[in-house]
């Protein structure tokens, strides 16, 4: 039961290059999410998709962009990685849009670094 | 705006010790309250929830209640183990059309044999 996927676990980057963040869930969920750890600050939403076919804002979503690929599949893209883009990235899935819960299922991160 | 608070850390205890994890919150409406946890090299995981006030989550010897009056969630635990070291996050979560997710800075845990 492999729950949530992230590829790649590490990767750098020069400053300017482009890279996408693969997540897949096998769970079924309708919702995901895509969040930055930074030391001090907690996680962060960059972007989300309640459902197949929506994506939104959350926080801090400049410099990226995201697709929704199907209900297993989100991606997260850096156009121009900046160093400002060093962090940690983790997708996570909720079971339900329309629930009261809300409780999240985390990948394992992508460790990214922009030189 | 919606926000949580947490204690700062590190926190350091040795084996078998009480220990408590302050978390306050700030929110409109009433959200869903999580503790997770963040073993070293791996993602967040829910060590435990409660969803409405007075509720009391608990799993793995920790337990944290819902206090609506004084809007906090607290984690506690009776007897802390080394396996217990790792980082915490409290968050609350509400649905406005897809989940909204809020969490703390995190607090690092290390418990000493």
């Known amino acids: 039961n492999a729950g949530v996927t992230q590829t790649p676990k590490f990767q750098v980057l020069k400053t300017g290059q482009s890279m996408t963040l693969q997540c897949a869930q096998d769970?079924?969920?309708?919702?995901m999410y895509w969040y930055r750890q930074d030391p001090g600050m907690g996680l962060r939403l960059i972007y989300y998709?309640?459902?197949?076919?929506?994506?939104d804002k959350g926080e801090v979503p400049n410099g990226y962009n995201v697709s929704r690929l199907n209900k297993r599949e989100f991606s997260l893209r850096l156009e121009s990685a900046a160093p400002s883009q060093t962090s940690v990235y983790f997708c996570?899935?909720?079971?339900?849009?329309?629930?009261?819960?809300?409780?999240?299922?985390f990948g394992e991160g992508s460790r990214l670094t922009v030189l | 705006g919606d926000s949580v608070t947490q204690m700062e850390g590190p926190v350091t205890l040795s084996e078998e010790a009480f220990l408590t994890i302050n978390c306050t919150y700030t929110?409109?409406?009433?959200?869903?309250l999580f503790w997770y946890v963040q073993y070293p090299g791996e993602g967040l995981q829910l060590l435990l929830k409660?969803?409405?006030?007075?509720d009391k989550g608990s799993n793995k010897g920790f337990e944290a209640t819902y206090r609506k009056e004084t809007t906090s969630f607290h984690l506690e635990k009776g007897s802390v183990q080394v396996s217990d070291s790792a980082v915490y996050f409290c968050?609350?979560?509400?649905?406005?059309?897809?989940?909204?997710?809020?969490f703390g800075a995190g607090t690092r845990l290390f418990v000493k044999a």
């Open positions: 996570a899935s909720s079971i339900l849009a329309g629930g009261r819960t809300g409780e999240l299922f």
């Open positions: 998709s309640a459902s197949e076919g929506t994506t």
């Open positions: 929110a409109t409406g009433y959200p869903s």
């Open positions: 968050a609350l979560s509400f649905n406005t059309g897809g989940f909204k997710t809020i």
């Open positions: 769970m079924n969920h309708n919702s």
């Open positions: 409660a969803t409405k006030a007075d």
